[in-house]
């Protein structure tokens, strides 16, 4: 199976901060990384799909890229509303995998 | 709006069978596009995914032995069944819109989840 490594595991940050998450594959993916959102009690969000292409209707804030196996999920100017977990998943091989998850606390 | 939502038992008890249910809503679950996903998440630990099916099951090995889904064109709505369960088995459970058939494959529409726990 395909690992993905997601970093950090948690994060603290205030409203209007950019943040970056990471996820790295443990081989070659091309480009098929995904990111969701999850907030508490919510269905998972898809955001980001194709490593760089946003999901319609999410914000532009959001922005995904790529170098080799690592994936990095930015956010630019942090909303309220962003504090949740980010979720990547690869889908070059079957399985599919997630990462272990990035929670966004507010500081 | 595609709306999906799962139901089924909360509880189940070690050796038996989980048998989950997610209706489909506000949409078609006939479908050349897309497949109907089962996601799993255990208390403190990320994703993964369970299976998809369409005309065809997709199972991840990791469970293979154990899952059978199922889906009801009639009603609208996909199953999950996986068998013997244990303690390792307890997570929130979702279904999802899986995009299979062209890469990326991913998964862009959700339940909200059911927890699943496995206890005498």
């Known amino acids: 199976d395909i690992q993905m490594t997601q970093s950090p595991a948690s994060l603290s940050a205030s409203v209007g901060d950019r943040v970056t998450i990471t996820c790295r594959a443990s081989?070659?993916?091309?480009?098929?990384l995904n990111w969701y959102q999850q907030k508490p009690g919510k269905a998972p969000k898809l955001l980001i799909y194709g490593a760089s292409n946003l999901q319609s209707g999410v914000p532009s804030r959001f922005s995904g890229s790529r170098s080799g196996t690592v994936f990095t999920l930015t956010i630019n100017s942090l909303q309220v509303e962003d504090f949740a977990t980010y979720h990547c998943q690869q889908s070059y091989n079957s399985p599919l995998t997630f990462g272990g998850g990035t929670k966004v606390e507010i500081k | 709006q595609l709306h999906l939502q799962e139901s089924g038992p909360g509880l189940v008890r070690p050796s038996e069978t989980l048998s989950l249910t997610c209706n489909v809503s506000?949409?078609?679950?006939?479908?050349?596009?897309?497949?109907w996903a089962w996601i799993r998440q255990p208390p403190g630990k990320g994703l993964e995914w369970i299976g998809s099916i369409s005309g065809n099951t997709y199972y991840n090995p990791s469970v293979k032995s154990r899952v059978a889904m199922s889906v009801d064109l009639s009603k609208n709505h996909f199953s999950l069944k996986l068998r013997s369960v244990t303690a390792a088995d307890t997570a929130v459970y979702f279904c999802a819109r899986h995009r299979a058939t062209r890469q990326p494959e991913f998964f862009d529409f959700w339940g909200l989840g059911t927890l699943v726990t496995v206890s005498a």
């Open positions: 081989q070659t993916i091309s480009s098929y």
């Open positions: 506000g949409g078609s679950i006939i479908s050349e596009t897309y497949y």
